[in-house]
T-cell receptor, first 117, second 115 residues
Framework: NAGVTQTPKFQVLKTGQSMTLQCAQD?????MYWYRQDPGMGLRLIYY???????DKGEVPNGYNVSRLNKREFSLRLESAAPSQTSVYFC????????????????FGDGTRLSIL | AQSVTQLGSHVSVSEGALVLLRCNYS??????LFWYVQYPNQGLQLLLK??????LVKGINGFEAEFKKSETSFHLTKPSAHMSDAAEYFC?????????????FGQGTRLTINP
């Protein structure tokens, strides 16, 4: 009953280093998402993948890249980390309700807490 | 474009008192609305969702929300607060773009329960 699993849970990087945040879901969901959470700003969408093989930019994509490796996995990469990318990152997934509607909820992982010095 | 405003970044109530967390939305189409709860160091958990089937929606842990189109509101309430309700609460509106659902979140309201 894992749901959405994110690794690592915590990470400290130096400015300019690169890293990949991993996300996997076991619910056979079509859509996957990456958000960042900053104090007082709610969650902001970085990138999303509506289905396997597609990715699109969200509200704050600059400085990030993503890969939808297969239906289960969706990774987020920071090529050259900057202090402004210090945040908590959440991955989410959502199933398809068969009607094309948008009333199915997203399911969230527990987050990756990333600090960039 | 859809947007959500949560009134009050912090709300404090006494144990046993009414909880009221406010959410107003802006949407050009009939909205799908969600409330999520986030406990410390955890991800977001769905509390309830509005899908137009009923204006009063019941969720988990005794929470409910009422959709009021005339007021563009979807406020979250609980009749009697419990210490375990202390958490951050997020209201979100759903949009469809190129076949993908996107959620637009409010800024969040941190609920504190006083003993």
């Amino acid at each position: 009953n894992a749901g959405v699993t994110q690794t690592p849970k915590f990470q400290v990087l130096k400015t300019g280093q690169s890293m990949t945040l991993q996300c996997a879901q076991d619910m056979n969901h079509n859509s996957m998402y990456w958000y960042r959470q900053d104090p007082g700003m709610g969650l902001r969408l970085i990138y999303y993948s509506a289905s396997e093989g597609t990715t699109d930019k969200g509200e704050v994509p600059n400085g990030y890249n993503v890969s939808r490796l297969n239906k289960r996995e969706f990774s987020l990469r920071l090529e050259s980390a900057a202090p402004s990318q210090t945040s908590v990152y959440f991955c989410a997934s959502r199933g398809f309700d068969g009607t094309g509607g948008s009333n199915q909820p997203q399911h969230f992982g527990d987050g990756t807490r990333l600090s960039i010095l | 474009a859809q947007s959500v405003t949560q009134l009050g970044s912090h709300v404090s109530v006494s144990e046993g008192a009414l909880v009221l967390l406010r959410c107003n939305y802006s949407s050009s189409v009939p909205p799908y609305l969600f409330w999520y709860v986030q406990y410390p160091n955890q991800g977001l958990q769905l509390l309830l969702k509005y899908t137009s089937a009923a204006t009063l929606v019941k969720g988990i842990n005794g929470f409910e929300a009422e959709f009021k189109k005339s007021e563009t509101s979807f406020h979250l309430t609980k009749p009697s607060a419990h210490m375990s309700d202390a958490a951050e609460y997020f209201c979100a509106v759903s949009t469809l773009s190129q076949g993908a659902q996107k959620l637009v979140f409010g800024q969040g309201t941190r609920l504190t329960i006083n003993p």
